[in-house]
């Protein structure tokens, strides 16, 4: 029954909070960039949700919230969902993507 909540992306754009929202059938998920360069285009999708549309997240910059639509959860249930994030370097123009994970229960 224990279920740990968290929200995991590799180094470099920090995922610092999320709430998995079954009422309103949104996932939030906060970004932090830490990359070293402005993030632009930043999409973010979650498994079974709508995506939000793209962000810029300045480098050392406040976090940004992203909420993910339409997704499917249930009050009480476990989610254990992939989160994905595509972005690109403003410097050079190359877009990235990092894969990451979201597990909890939704509320």
């Keep these: 029954r224990f279920l740990p909540a968290k ?12 709430r998995l929202n079954a009422g309103a059938a949104t996932v939030q ?8 360069f ?3 285009g930043v999409i973010v999708a979650v498994t079974g949700c709508t995506s939000p ?10 976090p940004v919230t ?4 339409s997704c499917a959860l249930t009050s009480g249930s476990k989610f254990n969902g ?8 403003a ?3 190359l877009v990235h993507r990092v894969q990451g994970s979201i597990t909890g229960r939704a509320e």
Excluded at 9 to 16: F, R
Excluded at 66 to 69: C, D, E, I, P, R
Aim: net charge negative; aromatic share 6%; with cysteine.
């Design 29 to 36: 998920v906060v970004l932090r960039n830490g990359l070293g």
């Design 91 to 93: 410097d050079s123009g």
């Design 66 to 69: 992203f909420t993910a639509t």
């Design 53 to 62: 549309a793209s962000q810029s997240i300045a480098n050392g910059a406040n």
């Design 7 to 18: 929200c995991q992306l590799p180094a470099g754009i920090a995922c610092t909070d999320f």
């Design 82 to 89: 992939d989160l994905n994030v595509t972005y690109t370097n």
């Design 38 to 40: 402005d993030a632009t």
